[in-house]
């Protein structure tokens, strides 16, 4: 599993407002920080992997 995924499940498993203090606290930082805006490329990317999350959930599967 990927330091991504990890994150991302132990956030997952935190109760409602923890979940939204860690969001607040990210979305803080995201403001403040300096950063490039994600690609075309990028942005596809990151929506055909929702898509086709979206559908295996819309399946069942």
């Not at 860690?22 to 805006?37: A, F």
Request: aromatic share 4%.
């Amino acid at each position: 599993m990927t330091n991504v995924q990890e994150f991302v499940t132990s956030f997952e498993s935190l109760p409602t407002t923890e979940r939204q203090e860690v969001l607040v606290e990210l979305l803080r930082r995201v403001q403040t920080e300096s950063h490039d805006l994600p690609s075309d490329e990028d942005l596809t990317a990151v929506a055909d992997t929702l898509f086709l999350e979206l559908d295996k959930r819309e399946r069942g599967t």
